[in-house]
Structures are given as C-alpha cells and as structure tokens.
C-alpha cells in the first residue's frame, strides 16, 4: 500500500511540479533498485578493466620498461572510487529500510541510498572513461655499467694530468677525433672509462656511448653496443641498413661522445653508422689502441696522448705508500719527477740523519715501507715474465700462418718487443730504486 501511495504522488509532482521530479523519484522501489543495479554493473566493469591494465602494466615492467605517470594515477583513483563503491554496497545492504515495525518503507534512507548511488555510479564512468590509453608504458635507456662511477679508483698524478688535457682538447671544436695509446695493460681503458665520466658529470655531452672493437672488428657487435645506449632499436638486417639507421640516430644528438675502445686497424666510421667532423660537429670519437700509427695514420686522430710507464722516485715513494694495490694493478706511472742522483754509502748515512733529526723514523713504521716496494717489484717481473711468454708463444705460432696473416703478426710481434723492453728497462730502474731505498732505510735503522 506504501508503494502505491509513492508512486501516485511521484506522478502528481511530475505533472504538477517537475523540477522536483527528479528529486521525488529516487523515492521510488524500482527506481531505487536501478541505480543499484547499474552501480553494481559499472563497478564490475571497472574492475575488469583494473586488472587488464594491471597485466599491461607488468608485462612493461618486465620488459624493463617506465609506467607512464597517468596510467599509475589512474590505477590509483579506480582502486579508490571501486573501495568506496565496495563499502557503499555493504552498507546499503545492512541498511535499515523500513519504518513503522517494517509496514512502510524508510522513504529517507532510500532517498540517502539512491542518491549515492548515482553519484558513485558517475564517479566509475569517468574513471573508465579516463582509462583508454595510447601507451601504457615506454623504453628507458638504463645507464651503462661500463661508465658508473668507480669509488675505488685513484689515479696517480700523471693520469690526472693526461685526463685534463684530454678533457681540454674535447672541449676544443676544432678537434672531433683523439686518441689514447700505449702498451697493452697500462690503463687505455680505464683512463677512457674516467674521461667518459668526467664528460658527463662535467655536462660537456648530452650523451656518452662506449664500444669495445678489439682485434676482430665485429660491426653489428659495436652497431648493437652503441644502439643499446642510445635506446635504438634495429629493423634493418644488413649491416649497412643498421649504418644509415644508426647515422641518422646519431645526428639527432646535439652533442655525444663516441669511445671506441681497443683498436687495431683502420675501422670504417662510416661503415658503422659514426658519423664525425664536418658530418657532425657536435659527435666526437675517443680511441683507445696500443700503436700510435693505428691512431695517426690508420684512423686519421687529430690529437692523441702516450701513457707511459715511466719511473720517478719520490712520487712512486709516497703514492705506493698511501696506497700499495695501485702499484699492483696500475705499475709505476711516469710523473715530471726526475729521478734522485745515486748516492753513496756516506751519503746515504748522512741523509739518515737528515730525517732522523725531523723525525726519527721506527723500524716498524719502515716495515711497510719496505713491503711495498717488494710488492711494486714483484708485480713489474711478473709483467715482464708474462711479455716473455706471449713473446715466445707468438713464435712458436708464427709459422703456422698464411703468409698474409703473418704480416700482421709480425706488426703484433713488434708490438710485443717494444713493451718487452720497455718492461725490461722499468725493472731495472726499479730494482735500482729498491735498492737504494733499502740502503736508506738500513742507514736510518743503523743510526
């Protein structure tokens, strides 16, 4: 009876009174029931697409890829508005509906329910509508392991050097291509590795790609490294497809440093996909090989810079001291230190008691002195003992090989002597300097 009471009035007001229309009609059993119904609906449907795009969004991420920051507000606010319309529901249902011992119905509760309804019913529909995106998600280039910064490197003051001047000659627009060069394990590498970090901190390239070529020159390996970083990726299956593609990546970068490391032959540029000099001014080339003439004549570089592995006494003195693994893993690095004259037996006793009257040194504070320096000596012969087994490896190998393999392995062979005695003359001068070292550290002890 309630019912029908309701709905006769409803209809009265819609004749005589409709703007309050709207409002009375939430008053209504079936109406009411209908805007729970299509709450319930859209809610379903919302989650639905809540956990499609939840897929899409770790597929991405598996993948390695960044969320786009609109889809990660949007999963948040459907999350939101599906717990409230969740909780709604449960409340509606333990909702008290009926008045009068149950004979009519609680007309202002439903009026409050219906009303909700709707309104968390439009709060779905602009979500969902929201929800329709071009991309979920897009490719980051992670930063290269290779050029992360290295806490553990201290270079010696000659490498500090060698670094400013090549940081210098970057900066010089005149210069688009230089090298690095000398023996094999002096530190190419690792010097390059700390100009590439440098650039970038310093803010000189918009970006940095580094290559190993070595000896076999694989181009689609270092087309791959140098596209890796620059987030490109490749359709073209033919080298020179991947070439033009990555030379026209590579225009578009304002200003990038290109390292390639460890070269042995002339490498076609061009044959790459590197682009350089009046083709792109703002794209530089760093090399890294063991001969001058590859880097001078063979790759045409404009400036390069010699590591040595030279001998100066005092700086060797203090920087083994401070730190004895960099003597190890680095060898003695040539510093613009000459070297002490010899002294003789009075002289050495006379400069014991120099020191002895600043600061007379212990024996124990000298033990470690001593340590380190047999440890610079050890590592040296090693290095030379292991030039003479490449040495006669090589020989032993050399007539195996067609004649035209064996030109370059006599250029290699080259190579190898030249570091042989270059090794040969550094043990000797640091034998001497041990010696002379221990001879002052005896005098002092004596004294």
Same mark, same amino acid.
């Given at each position: 009876?309630?019912?029908?009471?309701?709905?006769?009035?409803?209809?009265?007001?819609?004749?005589?009174?409709?703007?309050?229309?709207?409002?009375?009609?939430?008053?209504?059993?079936?109406?009411?029931?209908?805007?729970?119904?299509?709450?319930?609906?859209?809610?379903?449907?919302?989650?639905?697409?809540?956990?499609?795009?939840?897929?899409?969004?770790?597929?991405?991420?598996?993948?390695?890829?960044?969320?786009?920051?609109?889809?990660?507000?949007?999963?948040?606010?459907?999350?939101?508005?599906?717990?409230?319309?969740?909780?709604?529901?449960?409340?509606?249902?333990?909702?008290?509906?009926?008045?009068?011992?149950?004979?009519?119905?609680?007309?202002?509760?439903?009026?409050?329910?219906?009303?909700?309804?709707?309104?968390?019913?439009?709060?779905?529909?602009?979500?969902?509508?929201?929800?329709?995106?071009?991309?979920?998600?897009?490719?980051?280039?992670?930063?290269?392991?290779?050029?992360?910064?290295?806490?553990?490197?201290?270079?010696?003051?000659?490498?500090?050097?060698?670094?400013?001047?090549?940081?210098?000659?970057?900066?010089?627009?005149?210069?688009?291509?230089?090298?690095?060069?000398?023996?094999?394990?002096?530190?190419?590498?690792?010097?390059?590795?700390?100009?590439?970090?440098?650039?970038?901190?310093?803010?000189?390239?918009?970006?940095?790609?580094?290559?190993?070529?070595?000896?076999?020159?694989?181009? %689609?390996?270092?087309?791959? @490294? !140098? &596209?890796?970083?620059?987030?490109?990726?490749?359709? /073209?299956?033919? +080298?020179?497809?991947?070439?033009?593609?990555?030379?026209?990546?590579?225009?578009?970068?304002?200003?990038?440093?290109?390292?390639?490391?460890?070269?042995?032959?002339?490498?076609?540029?061009?044959?790459?996909?590197?682009?350089?000099?009046?083709?792109?001014?703002?794209?530089?080339?760093?090399?890294?090989?063991?001969?001058?003439?590859?880097?001078?004549?063979?790759?045409?570089?404009?400036?390069?810079?010699?590591?040595?592995?030279?001998?100066?006494?005092?700086?060797?003195?203090?920087?083994?001291?401070?730190?004895?693994?960099?003597?190890?893993?680095?060898?003695?690095?040539?510093?613009?230190?000459?070297?002490?004259?010899?002294?003789?037996?009075?002289?050495?006793?006379?400069?014991?008691?120099?020191?002895?009257?600043?600061?007379?040194?212990?024996?124990?504070?000298?033990?470690? %002195?001593?340590?380190?320096? @047999? !440890? &610079?000596?050890?590592?040296?012969?090693?290095?030379? /003992?292991?030039? +003479?087994?490449?040495?006669?490896?090589?020989?032993?190998?050399?007539?195996?090989?067609?004649?035209?393999?064996?030109?370059?392995?006599?250029?290699?062979?080259?190579?190898?002597?030249?570091?042989?005695?270059?090794?040969?003359?550094?043990?000797?001068?640091?034998?001497?300097?041990?010696?002379?070292?221990?001879?002052?550290?005896?005098?002092?002890?004596?004294?």
């Amino acid at each position: 009876m309630a019912e029908i009471i309701v709905t006769i009035v409803v209809e009265v007001i819609k004749c005589l009174a409709p703007p309050a229309y709207r409002q009375i009609s939430y008053l209504r059993e079936s109406k009411y029931a209908s805007n729970l119904q299509i709450l319930r609906t859209e809610v379903e449907n919302l989650k639905s697409e809540r956990v499609s795009t939840q897929h899409k969004v770790d597929e991405a991420e598996r993948k390695g890829e960044e969320i786009e920051e609109i889809v990660k507000n949007w999963l948040a606010r459907s999350n939101n508005v599906i717990e409230e319309a969740d909780k709604f529901t449960n409340d509606e249902a333990t909702a008290n509906k009926h008045c009068f011992k149950g004979l009519c119905p609680n007309l202002k509760t439903r009026l409050r329910l219906s009303k909700e309804a709707v309104r968390l019913t439009e709060a779905i529909v602009k979500v969902r509508e929201a929800g329709r995106f071009d991309n979920i998600s897009y490719s980051i280039i992670p930063e290269d392991t290779l050029l992360m910064s290295n806490k553990d490197y201290e270079a010696f003051e000659s490498r500090m050097s060698i670094l400013n001047e090549i940081i210098d000659a970057l900066k010089n627009p005149d210069v688009s291509m230089l090298g690095i060069y000398g023996m094999g394990g002096i530190g190419k590498t690792t010097l390059a590795k700390e100009v590439a970090r440098r650039a970038e901190n310093d803010k000189l390239f918009d970006q940095v790609v580094f290559s190993e070529v070595s000896e076999s020159q694989d181009i %689609r390996k270092i087309q791959g @490294e !140098i &596209a890796d970083k620059l987030g490109l990726k490749f359709a /073209e299956e033919s +080298e020179s497809g991947r070439a033009r593609r990555l030379y026209d990546r590579l225009k578009k970068e304002k200003r990038i440093l290109v390292i390639l490391d460890n070269i042995w032959e002339n490498l076609d540029l061009k044959a790459v996909g590197i682009p350089h000099g009046d083709y792109h001014k703002g794209c530089k080339v760093l090399l890294t090989a063991r001969s001058i003439d590859t880097l001078s004549k063979k790759m045409d570089s404009q400036q390069n810079f010699l590591i040595e592995l030279r001998f100066a006494r005092t700086q060797v003195a203090h920087e083994a001291m401070a730190n004895p693994s960099n003597v190890a893993q680095e060898g003695v690095v040539g510093v613009d230190v000459p070297p002490e004259p010899s002294r003789g037996r009075e002289g050495e006793r006379a400069q014991g008691k120099n020191r002895g009257k600043s600061k007379a040194p212990s024996v124990d504070a000298l033990e470690p %002195r001593v340590g380190t320096l @047999e !440890i &610079a000596l050890s590592a040296t012969q090693d290095n030379l /003992e292991g030039l +003479e087994r490449r040495v006669d490896n090589l020989k032993g190998e050399y007539a195996e090989f067609t004649v035209a393999t064996k030109a370059l392995m006599h250029e290699q062979a080259n190579i190898l002597r030249d570091e042989f005695h270059s090794f040969h003359d550094e043990l000797l001068k640091l034998r001497s300097f041990v010696q002379d070292e221990l001879r002052a550290v005896r005098a002092e002890v004596d004294e």
